[in-house]
């Protein structure tokens, strides 16, 4: 456990923690501009702060950790920059096999990772199993994901099973579409987090974040750090969630 000063003067209520946070991942790119750097520094930045958060996370006792890392729109940037995020993916990856068991860190991945290449299949698919041996937080890497996308997808094969008779179609729950997103078995988020200024979803969790707590900030990604992190989570501490009740 850490419990650094700045945590100590917001007084998170150790009860209250919330279980599972979510995090847009933005402003990479306006981070590396204002200090004159090419926009793939940011990326390489924001890599560095999403390793630190999960550990800070993770100390506090957050038990799912799900972050937007690369979105079925972000194909449109440059093909040096996709090749930039892919390359550290690759490389946090490679860290990331070598020290899981140590840091009992789970790592799943929610999105379509058929585009992805051989190597990135492989490198996910040996994080699989080093994570059927862990039992601590659960990160969440949504790469290739959307929202619409999951959605669709998790349409399509409910039509699938109507067809071959396995479901009726008034027999269509929530719960049943739940069970066909990538984050099947997961509780939704409680707090959604966006660094980076915008005030938009671009896609995120459209089902999970139902009724997450969101928290929106100017701080761009690689800046935000623990205390950022605190900040965000003493705010949700606050709020009243009445899930449509009084
Ligand atoms: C988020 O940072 C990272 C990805 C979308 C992969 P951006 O690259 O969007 O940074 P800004 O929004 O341009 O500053
Ligand atoms: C959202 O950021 C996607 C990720 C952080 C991976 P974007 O930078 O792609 O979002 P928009 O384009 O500003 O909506
Ligand atoms: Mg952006």
Redesign the pocket.
């Known amino acids: 456990m850490v419990f650094g000063r700045k945590r100590e003067k917001l007084r998170l209520d150790p009860e209250n923690i919330p279980a599972h946070i979510a995090v847009?991942?933005?402003?990479?790119?306006?981070?590396?501009?204002k200090r004159g750097l090419p926009?793939t520094a940011?990326?390489s930045a924001?890599s560095e702060a999403f390793q630190r958060a999960a550990e800070h996370l993770s100390d506090l006792g957050v038990n799912y950790f799900t972050v937007?890392?690369?979105?079925t729109e972000?194909w449109k940037?440059p093909q040096e920059?996709v090749g930039a995020?892919m390359g550290l993916l690759d490389r946090y990856l490679h860290k990331a096999i070598r020290e899981m068991a140590q840091k009992n860190i789970r790592l799943r991945f929610f999105g379509d990772l058929s585009p992805l290449s051989d190597s990135l299949k492989t490198l996910i698919a040996e994080t699989d199993s080093i994570s059927a041996c862990t039992s601590g937080m659960q990160v969440n890497v949504c790469l290739n994901y959307g929202g619409r996308d999951e959605l669709t997808r998790a349409a399509r094969q409910l039509a699938q099973e109507c067809v071959r008779g396995s479901l009726r179609p008034e027999d269509i729950s929530e719960d049943l579409v739940s069970a066909r997103l990538y984050s099947a078995g997961i509780p939704d988020p409680d707090l959604m987090i966006r660094p980076?200024g915008?005030l938009r979803l671009s896609n995120f969790l459209l089902w999970q974040n139902a009724y997450s707590e969101f928290y929106f900030t100017d701080t761009?990604?690689p800046d935000m750090n623990e205390a950022e992190l605190d900040r965000a989570i003493a705010v949700y501490q606050r709020r009243k969630r009445r899930y449509g009740g009084i």
């Open positions: 847009i991942m933005d402003g990479n790119g306006r981070w590396a501009q926009r940011g990326h924001g937007y890392a690369f979105s972000n940037r920059e995020i980076g915008e761009l990604w």
